[in-house]
């Protein structure tokens, strides 16, 4: 089986790329990617040293793609992935965030049709509507936020988490937006030019080589800086840290990946939540007391201000792909956190690296 991975320099991409081969014998692989990314470099030597073919490409350009050879499957893993993206001046242009989440996406799909290709979107937990997440009741438990138990639960919404029948109605986010209508197209491209779509919402990735950039890297970002003694904040919800996110590792959505390269998805079930889940989830303060004793005190700034589409608990429900896939999360959070600071100490100039 020959598949194309977008995005193969990024985090989810080469993290990806590292365990398919690992676990599918006689896979082949080839990668694409636009190296803008600070960090990106570092994973083309390791990646054609396993066997990838990794080649420079920009999806925003069609051109780019017209001398990319046929394969089984693409994997789309290419995305600017912040939800503060297109609302500059840190979060750049709308423009560019159109052309590159959902232009992109638009010529990967042209693509597929050309070649008949399976289409898997990584997708995000970004796409579900923000406002009633915002209006959620919650309390504060252990340092971290939990929904109250009497409450009147909105569809597709309770304690376990957001499941695939929550709202995505406007507002998500301008990111949430691309990715929303990434999923509508692909949809509609599969069924009409009949090739397979699969759409993967997943929670927040997390690992060992991941660029520490806030907001597309909580996890790493706040390790890495506790680790390096650098300035942190809690921003938002009266300051405190309490906003809570489940936390999931790449690698364990290989076998499920694998699985459905090789096959189509039944009617209506194409769209599936994958994530840590609660079990797996924690808050920004309970993570910097772990970094604590990880790496010793480290005080933390407080603004009370909050920024546009924070949202104060978000979880995901994957109990949807325990029953389509009998797939759960396989790495606990206590072994990512691990990994991610043991990273941290080989790598003690990964933030500058990757961030500039």
Request: aromatic content about 8%.
């Amino acid at each position: 089986m020959k598949i194309l991975i977008t995005g193969v320099c990024g985090f989810a991409g080469s993290t990806l790329a590292r365990h398919l081969l690992e676990t599918e014998p006689g896979l082949e692989i080839i990668g694409v990617d636009n190296f803008m990314r600070p960090g990106s470099e570092s994973n083309r030597s390791s990646l054609r040293t396993l066997g990838v073919c990794v080649r420079h490409a920009d999806l925003r350009i069609a051109d780019d793609l017209e001398s990319l050879p046929a394969v089984d499957c693409v994997l789309d893993a290419a995305a600017n992935p912040s939800v503060l993206a297109g609302t500059g001046p840190a979060g750049g242009s709308s423009r560019s965030l159109m052309q590159h989440n959902l232009a992109g996406t638009i010529n990967m799909l042209e693509y597929c049709k050309a070649h008949r290709a399976a289409f898997i979107l990584l997708s995000t937990s970004r796409v579900y509507s923000i406002a009633p997440l915002a209006e959620m009741k919650l309390e504060v438990h252990r340092g971290a936020f939990r929904p109250q138990q009497d409450q009147a639960w909105p569809q597709g919404l309770s304690a376990n988490g957001i499941n695939e029948d929550f709202s995505t109605a406007s507002p998500i986010s301008l990111y949430g937006a691309t990715k929303i209508c990434s999923e509508a197209l692909a949809l509609e491209y599969g069924l009409t030019f009949d090739f397979p779509v699969w759409i993967n919402r997943l929670g927040v990735l997390a690992g060992a080589g991941q660029f520490g950039k806030a907001d597309q890297g909580i996890f790493s970002f706040w390790i890495h800086s506790c680790a390096r003694q650098r300035p942190l904040r809690f921003i938002g919800f009266g300051g405190q840290g309490h906003q809570v996110r489940d936390c999931l590792h790449p690698r364990d959505l290989t076998g499920v990946l694998l699985r459905q390269m090789k096959s189509a998805p039944a009617q209506g079930r194409a769209i599936t939540n994958f994530s840590g889940g609660v079990h797996n989830s924690m808050s920004l303060r309970q993570l910097d007391e772990w970094c604590a004793k990880r790496f010793g005190t480290h005080a933390v700034s407080s603004e009370a201000t909050e920024r546009p589409f924070d949202i104060p608990w978000v979880v995901l429900d994957a109990a949807r792909a325990k029953e389509r896939f009998e797939w759960q999360p396989a790495t606990p959070l206590a072994a990512i956190l691990e990994e991610i600071s043991t990273h941290a100490e080989q790598n003690p100039d990964w933030l500058d690296w990757t961030t500039n």
